[in-house]
């Protein structure tokens, strides 16, 4: 099972000649996070794309002026959203667990831990 990931429209992640871009390490984690959880069938992909373009919505009919668009920050309330509706994970559990992750250090998840088995690629480097 795979995420299908939209190519273009509301719901598709940014990309650059065809490759998904993060600006920020928490932006690779994010994108991660959800489709790691939807191949381990916590929630079916079409719900969270649903999810992800009300998130897009509200920002765009609700947002200040000087509000600037960031596209990985709607993704990750759309997985929070999708996480909590389904009782996957509660609230407070979505916010504690986000302190957390913020509170890691750059570079925390590709420290020099030797040899991992098999290509080691920097996901959280932009290419």
């Given at each position: 099972m795979t995420a299908p990931l939209d190519v273009d429209g509301p719901a598709a992640p940014p990309r650059s000649n065809g490759e998904l871009v993060f600006a920020e390490?928490?932006?690779s984690r994010a994108f991660g996070m959800a489709v790691g959880l939807?191949?381990?069938g916590a929630f079916a992909w079409p719900r969270f794309q649903a999810a992800l373009i009300a998130r897009?919505?509200?920002w765009?009919?609700?947002r200040a002026a000087d509000e600037p668009w960031d596209y990985y920050r709607l993704w990750?309330?759309?997985l929070e959203d999708v996480l909590t509706e389904q009782d996957v994970i509660r609230a407070d559990e979505v916010?504690?667990?986000a302190r957390s992750l913020a509170g890691r250090p750059?570079?925390?998840d590709h420290g020099d831990h030797g040899d991992?088995?098999?290509d080691h690629h920097d996901h959280d480097r932009p290419h």
């Amino acid at each position: 099972m795979t995420a299908p990931l939209d190519v273009d429209g509301p719901a598709a992640p940014p990309r650059s000649n065809g490759e998904l871009v993060f600006a920020e390490p928490w932006e690779s984690r994010a994108f991660g996070m959800a489709v790691g959880l939807h191949e381990a069938g916590a929630f079916a992909w079409p719900r969270f794309q649903a999810a992800l373009i009300a998130r897009i919505r509200a920002w765009e009919g609700g947002r200040a002026a000087d509000e600037p668009w960031d596209y990985y920050r709607l993704w990750l309330a759309a997985l929070e959203d999708v996480l909590t509706e389904q009782d996957v994970i509660r609230a407070d559990e979505v916010a504690t667990r986000a302190r957390s992750l913020a509170g890691r250090p750059a570079g925390h998840d590709h420290g020099d831990h030797g040899d991992h088995g098999g290509d080691h690629h920097d996901h959280d480097r932009p290419h």
